[in-house]
Each structure stands twice: as C-alpha cells, then as structure tokens.
C-alpha cells in the first residue's frame, strides 16, 4: 500500500528558500502524478505543483511559477519541491499526494489524489 512522508518544513523569512521532501513508500512510483497542495487557515486545499514520475511533466499554480521547483528521484522514490523567494502568503499545511496516471488525465485533479500525506507546516514571517 503506497504510503507518502513529507518533511522540510518550517519557519523561514520573506525571500528564503525551503526545501520540501516527499517520500513514497509500498509502491514504486511508475506510473503516478505527485503533487503539492497547500491548506492555509479558512482556506481550501489548493493545487501547488504536479509531477508526472512517467516522463517528469510538470505543472505550476500561478502564483508560485518562476519561484518553485518541482523534481524527482526515481532511484530514491521521492519527490521534492524546491520554493524560493518565499512570501508570506506561501504559510500553509503543504501536502504531498499521488494520483494513479492509469485512471487520471494529465494534469490530474485534486479528486484524483487518492493517497495523501500528513502534510509539513510552512511559515514565512520575520
């Protein structure tokens, strides 16, 4: 059973830079899209960042386009995203979730994720 580990959360100012992980574990990531969604306080879960571990496409919300990186390792089954130039707005509960490429289309939706993980607390403030 696919299992996901975030980690690299944590505090960090305006224009600084954190690096999150998410680690999978039970499956091997062939076929699936990985993405980061992000929950600030009496707000939805939004869309973040996808990745397809097939072939590496990927897909950014606007709001962090030019700031964050999304990237695997296959050989480590991981997925991390790189976010820089970090604003306050970025504060947020970030998940990692998988969705099956098998049953999905590119990108997936977030009805899509099935597997999600506990999420890793980000906040930007001086």
């Known amino acids: 059973q696919l299992q996901l580990v975030e980690s690299g959360g944590g505090l960090v100012q305006p224009g600084g830079s954190l690096r999150l992980s998410c680690v999978a574990s039970?499956?091997?990531?062939?076929?699936?899209?990985i993405g980061w969604f992000r929950q600030a306080p009496g707000k939805e879960r939004e869309g973040v960042s996808c990745i397809a571990t097939t072939d590496g496409s990927t897909d950014y919300a606007q709001s962090v386009k030019g700031r964050f990186i999304i990237s695997r390792d296959k050989d480590k089954n991981t997925v991390t995203l790189q976010m820089n130039s970090l604003k306050a707005e970025d504060t947020a509960i970030y998940y990692c979730?998988?969705?099956?490429?098998?049953?999905?289309?590119?990108?997936?939706?977030?009805?899509?994720?099935?597997?999600w993980g506990q999420g890793t607390q980000v906040t930007v403030s001086s």
């Open positions: 039970g499956v091997i990531l062939d076929y699936y899209a």
């Open positions: 979730a998988a969705a099956d490429l098998m049953r999905a289309d590119w990108p997936p939706g977030i009805a899509d994720y099935g597997t």
